[in-house]
């Protein structure tokens, strides 16, 4: 079992930054890499990045540019800085952990609680 934990999530103006951390614990043999994912009002949930646990990247074209995700292994937390924000980011955002194989992400049952950006224009 994988525990995740997301925080930093809040009410920002169009065009600051926040950055998001998730928090794993359990057993995390099973999967090598952390997705985030966010999920608008009647959207469906969209990945935006993730990361392998070799620090590998990928993003979806919208967040290139804006979002960096990172890791940090010795706290077992990946962040996602998020600058230049726009109302249309607006969203619950999740974290998950899956697997990577190449630049593709496997999503995984394990999910956190999520938590709410939301960015007034």
């Known amino acids: 079992q994988v525990q995740l934990v997301e925080s930093g999530g809040g009410l920002v103006q169009a065009g600051g930054s926040l950055r998001l951390s998730c928090v794993a614990s359990?057993?995390?043999?099973?999967?090598?890499?952390i997705g985030w994912y966010r999920q608008a009002p009647g959207k469906e949930r969209e990945l935006v990045a993730s990361?392998?646990?070799?620090?590998?990247?990928a993003y979806r074209d919208s967040a290139k540019g804006r979002f960096t995700i990172s890791r940090d292994n010795a706290k077992n937390t990946v962040y996602l800085q998020m600058n230049s924000l726009k109302p249309e980011d607006t969203a619950i955002y999740y974290c998950?952990?899956?697997?990577?194989?190449?630049?593709?992400?496997?999503?995984?049952?394990?999910w956190g609680q999520g938590t709410q950006v939301t960015v007034s224009s």
């Open positions: 359990g057993s995390t043999s099973s999967v090598n890499a």
């Open positions: 990361i392998s646990n070799w620090g590998d990247t």
């Open positions: 998950n952990a899956g697997r990577r194989s190449g630049t593709l992400y496997a999503s995984s049952k394990y």
